[in-house]
């Protein structure tokens, strides 16, 4: 077990130097599990008992962490699914999007079965990043393949939506609306996609060679995203669409990826560059307030607000939890 603290006084020292007046340093506590199997364990979602899911991206299998008794369980899967990522329903159902077989499933975890929704298209052969609605439907991203996808819970049911095999859509997060926001990584452009109509329209962000990898929405339907190539954090105001832009810790050697909104509004990233770490930014001020090294690069993390903690997994194998100030 590896478990990391960094003081807030330290973390500040460590952002944007050209940023004088970072607001009041905070701490971060970080604690990372190494996972006994080898898979790059990523993606992580906490059930209704406080249990952490995860997948074994190239293990192929699903993973259950217990954070009371610091145990592991593990679920196989099919062979050649490959999951990339999963959420937890409140059903407590594991939803998982089979990345080379072209399907999503559907773990039970009180039996270990899966039951499987294939893809409608052949082209959509990698379903990515699953989020749910909360009006009946999980979204979905196709990266390779070039689709934006509904998956309807009730009926079975799979949409897709070409963007173009070019595009890479690859972070997807919802608003208040019921939009779909979702990043075309291979571009410098975000698509948001209406739920009635089941069309998109494309917003381009600044720089032609901005790469933008994960996206998440704030309380007041502002729209965040983190430039990978770039190395900007990003917002999209929700009545004007004018994006403003701040330059993360690091610049463009930050590879800025996972990217999270907590439950007041501040947002949480992780660098992914030669020092991997997590990142505190505060709207109220525009200021970079927190920072901590974690083990590995961080893909995509989960916030639980009643024990307001970040959960991710990292490229060193190990699951890790950061309790938030």
């Not at 944007?16 to 190494?34: F, G, L, N, R």
């Not at 610091?70 to 699914?81: A, C, H, M, P, S």
Request: aromatic share 10%; net charge positive; charged share 20%.
């Amino acid at each position: 077990m590896r478990t990391r603290v960094l003081s807030g006084v330290a973390a500040v020292a460590a952002l944007c130097a050209c940023d004088s007046t970072a607001s009041e340093a905070q701490t971060i506590a970080v604690k990372e599990w190494p996972v006994e199997w080898q898979g790059r364990p990523r993606d992580p979602s906490v059930d209704a008992q406080g249990r952490v899911w995860f997948v074994g991206q190239v293990g192929n299998y699903i993973g259950m962490f217990d954070p009371k008794s610091e145990r592991f369980q593990r679920f196989e899967l099919e062979e050649g699914t490959y999951p990339h990522n999963l959420i937890v329903a409140r059903d407590g159902g594991v939803w998982y999007s089979g990345n080379h077989n072209a399907r999503i499933g559907r773990l039970d975890p009180a039996t270990g079965a899966a039951r499987t929704y294939p893809m409608p298209d052949p082209a959509a052969g990698d379903p990515h990043t699953l989020v749910f609605d909360g009006r009946g439907s999980i979204w979905f991203t196709v990266q390779q393949g070039g689709f934006i996808g509904r998956l309807h819970l009730q009926s079975g049911k799979i949409e897709l939506l070409n963007t173009g095999k070019a595009t890479y859509p690859y972070g997807i997060a919802i608003d208040s609306r019921g939009r779909a926001w979702v990043n075309l990584f291979a571009t410098n452009r975000i698509a948001v996609i209406d739920p009635g109509t089941f069309t998109k329209r494309e917003l381009t962000v600044p720089r032609a060679n901005a790469r933008t990898r994960r996206i998440a929405v704030t309380s007041d339907d502002a729209v965040w995203y983190v430039d990978y190539a770039g190395g900007m954090l990003g917002r999209i105001d929700p009545r004007t669409q004018a994006i403003k832009e701040w330059p993360v810790p690091g610049g463009a050697d930050g590879r800025p990826y996972a990217l999270v909104a907590d439950d007041q509004d501040r947002l949480w990233f992780a660098l992914t560059g030669a020092s991997p770490s997590l990142v505190g930014f505060d709207p109220q001020t525009g200021k970079f307030f927190a920072q901590a090294p974690v083990s590995g690069g961080i893909r995509n993390m989960a916030y639980h607000r009643p024990t307001r903690a970040l959960w991710f997994g990292t490229d060193a194998n190990h699951i890790g939890r950061a309790i938030l100030p």
